[in-house]
Nanobody, 122 residues
Framework: QVQLVESGGGLVQAGGSLRLSCAAS????????MGWFRQAPGKEREFVAA????????YYGDSVKGRFTISRDNAKNTVSLQMNSLKPEDTALYYC???????????????WGQGTQITVSS
């Protein structure tokens, strides 16, 4: 069973940056496709970014392209999301997601973190 724990959420002003991390345990990290989703109050869950199990390919939702960057460190069993030029509409609960040996976690895989809150003030 894979466990995911997010960290790095918080409050930031519009235009600022934050970096989220997700630590994975209980599985072979190098075989996990990893990704991030978010959900704002009253809205559906939205795909943010994904990285293949090999790390060779990355994918982004249209609303974050050019501003967010996903990366992974297989030595540390972590995936990160660097978020730049944050906007108030980026405010949401951000979830880490994983699945075994897929190109990308879209649709999402079965493993979820507990979520970390990002609030962007205008």
């Amino acid at each position: 069973q894979v466990q995911l724990v997010e960290s790095g959420g918080g409050l930031v002003q519009a235009g600022g940056s934050l970096r989220l991390s997700c630590a994975a345990s209980g599985g072979t990290f190098s075989t996990l496709a990893m990704g991030w989703f978010r959900q704002a109050p009253g809205k559906e869950r939205e795909f943010v970014a994904a990285i293949s199990w090999s790390g060779h390919n990355t994918y982004y939702g249209d609303s974050v392209k050019g501003r967010f960057t996903i990366s992974r460190d297989n030595a540390k069993n972590t995936v990160s999301l660097q978020m730049n030029s944050l906007k108030p509409e980026d405010t949401a609960l951000y979830y880490c997601n994983a699945d075994h040996l897929r190109e990308r976690v879209l649709p999402p895989g079965p493993y979820w973190g507990q979520g970390t809150q990002i609030t962007v003030s205008s």
